[in-house]
């Protein structure tokens, strides 16, 4: 027996690998910003793609193929025809989940067979060191010897949750009713791990990020609740739909039923965690579907991002349910740290503009299913394969400063302008869902906003006009904020001629390293417009950057000595831009101050000298009638 545990210890460590490996892709994706209702073992959600039912993992017989779905393999207590069906996601190691587990035990004792069904689904948690054993290990006890033998297995492990390691889970089994030998082939068999992964598979389809969680005929219900929670919402459902022993009725009913609740459940967590509608533009973007479709998808994306890669199969399959109710819009986001990505979306930018929208979702398809190997030979025989030359790909390729170059860019400034911070990204009907989430994430909001727009249709509102309607009251929190038109104190430095055609206005620290990369920002404005642009310096040294003030002191010092000219000199010097850090010490500003021709002395004795502070004042209660509180700003 010692053995056989050692080697289930190693190899269900091996087969540990495989479950987190496919937790990156069975991985629960939701918000963990609305709290739950009670305590939660709660783990940071991996970003994933939905993808197909986990083999080998199959409907039960004459089980509705729902997003929450009784599997062939599942403990399943209660009857089949069972008017309330509970699913629960437990981790064995979870505390919670044992109070959780002890109110099922209450339920089961409370309802009739063909009143309540429980099905118990595996969550195991990444930062609970023995729960996948446990679970790989009830699994094997429910494949050898049925659900009661699994709900005793999970009865003992449960209340003995601090002695859980792999000798007493084989000897939990044989109290349970297990064969020693079968056992052993059992949880060393990777078929009963995956059975485990596909349970992860539909927590992540319905947004399950935390444990325990519970689904009453769809109806969610988080966290180890108190048992009159639990009786009330079954009660609740037993009203709404009473115990029936036809099972095309109780198919029929419990099918709609399930669904109308995970839909409701689903929009409310979406709705609840973004509310708003945002502006988001369509501007040349690629586009597919009518243009007076009641709903338009937006979506930016990144041709290297896994994710991205993953979820256009779900965006396919939209376009496919909604047909001409759907109006497809492609937005460019690639990701710095991306470095294929930019581009191949130039290219596709070219494809786009050169040979239309058709041509542009053909190469786009292609080079997400090439990703992330998006070599420059690659991106232009893709191209020519949608009827560009080698040279106009190999153009859009290299060239950083074209058309299709600035057609990401507006891309980019859009993202910023409605916080896109990450891809893949969505906007339905203005409706923000972010992330690769599953398909009933996305039917749910759909569903929902095609509500949305019948009922606008029937206030009068043309279906050519839906979208811009809806976008007239819509935000954009990170676009620039205009502003009342105002006037600089006349000590402001300036740089720039004063016929410039537009005015830059910078708020900013010395200390501060946003600050200086912002500086790096305008040094390339001044290079790019130097007849169009004037630039015109505020001081706001916050009071927690200790230099800042001195910092400004020895500037504003430097422009009554020599003018504007010096203070910008002096300005350079602080932030040091060309160099890899600021100089930000009395000493370094003196050195440098010296060696541009100002007084050593004098400018070490005006940055302790608060004589002239009236400037910073000035700057102060200008950057406060004009909302700002931070650095940098313009």
């Known amino acids: 027996m010692l053995d056989k ?33 009670s305590p939660q073992q709660k783990e940071k959600p991996v970003l994933s793609a939905p993808i197909p039912r986990a083999s080998p993992s199959s409907p039960a017989a004459g089980e509705p193929e729902l997003y929450l779905t009784v599997d062939a393999n599942d403990a399943v207590l209660g009857g089949p025809n069972a008017s309330v069906t509970l699913f629960a996601f437990l981790d064995f190691q979870c505390p919670y989940c044992a109070q959780g587990f002890a109110s099922l035990q209450r339920i089961r004792q409370r309802y009739k067979a063909n009143e309540v069904r429980i099905v118990f689904k595996h969550l195991p948690l990444k930062f609970h060191d023995q729960a996948l054993p446990a679970a790989v290990a009830a699994q094997a006890v429910q494949n050898l010897a049925g659900p009661e033998a699994f709900w005793l297995f999970a009865g003992r492990v449960f209340s003995a949750q601090q002695e859980i390691d792999y000798l007493k889970l084989a000897r939990w089994a044989e109290d349970a009713g297990v064969l020693l030998e079968d056992y052993n082939a059992a949880v060393t068999d990777e078929a009963t791990v995956r059975e485990v992964a596909a349970d992860q598979s539909a927590a992540q389809q319905v947004g399950v990020n935390g444990t325990p969680a519970f689904f009453i005929n769809g109806k969610a219900v988080n966290g180890a609740q108190p048992d009159d929670v639990f009786f009330k919402n079954i009660d609740e459902e037993l009203l709404a739909f009473p115990p029936t022993t036809n099972r095309d009725e109780w198919l029929k009913g419990y099918t709609a039923r399930v ?78 740290f991306h470095r294929q990505s930019r581009p191949a979306h130039r290219v596709a930018a070219a494809v786009n503009r050169l040979k239309g929208s058709a041509a542009f979702f053909r190469f786009s398809q292609e080079l997400f299913e090439s990703s992330p190997n998006l070599s420059p030979n690659y991106l232009i025989a893709a191209a020519e394969r949608q009827g560009l030359s080698s040279e106009e790909a190999t153009t859009a390729l290299d060239q950083i400063t074209g058309p299709s170059e600035a057609a990401i860019l507006t891309d980019e400034r859009t993202a910023a302008d409605v916080l896109v911070r990450g891809t893949p990204h969505f906007f339905i009907n203005g409706k923000r869902l972010a992330g690769a989430k599953s398909l009933a994430y996305f039917q749910a909001l759909i569903d929902h906003q095609l509500q949305e727009a019948d009922a606008l249709v029937k206030t009068g509102v043309k279906p050519e006009d839906l979208y811009a309607k809806i976008q007239a009251s819509a935000i954009a929190p990170g676009a620039p904020k205009k502003v009342a038109p105002f006037d600089s104190p006349s000590t402001s430095p300036t740089w720039g001629p004063e016929s410039a055609s537009h005015e830059v206005h910078i708020f900013s620290d010395f200390e501060c390293p946003f600050c200086r990369r912002g500086e790096l920002i305008v040094e390339q404005l001044k290079k790019l417009y130097p007849d169009q642009v004037r630039v015109i310096w505020h001081d706001l040294p916050l009071p927690f950057h200790k230099f800042a003030l001195p910092a400004a002191r020895a500037a504003r010092y430097a422009q009554r000595q020599g003018g504007d000219a010096l203070f910008w000199k002096m300005h350079d010097g602080i932030f040091s831009l060309s160099t890899p850090k600021a100089r930000l010490t009395t000493e370094e500003v003196v050195d440098f101050g010296e060696s541009i021709g100002l007084n050593r002395e004098q400018l070490a004795a005006a940055m302790s000298d608060n004589s002239n502070d009236a400037v910073f004042q000035a700057d102060n209660s200008l950057a406060a009638s004009l909302g700002i509180d931070g650095t940098p700003a313009f």
């Not at 533009?281 to 890669?309: H, L, N, R």
Request: glycine fraction near 4%; hydrophobic fraction near 35%; include cysteine.
């Open 5 to 37: 545990a050692a080697m289930f210890e190693r190899k269900i460590w091996l087969s540990a690998t495989l479950c987190w490996s496919l937790s990156l892709i069975f991985g629960c994706s939701g918000s963990q910003n609305e709290p739950p209702t």
């Open 259 to 336: 669904a109308w609740n995970l839909k409701n459940h689903v929009i409310h967590e979406i709705l609840a965690e973004d509310p708003h509608d945002y502006r988001v533009p369509i501007g040349d973007s690629p586009s597919t579907g009518p243009a007076d479709a009641p709903i338009t998808f937006i979506y930016f994306t990144d041709f290297e991002c896994p994710y991205c890669q993953k979820v256009e199969p779900t965006v396919s399959e939209i376009k496919r349910i909604y047909g001409e109710k759907v109006r497809v819009v492609f937005k460019h986001h690639p990701l710095a």
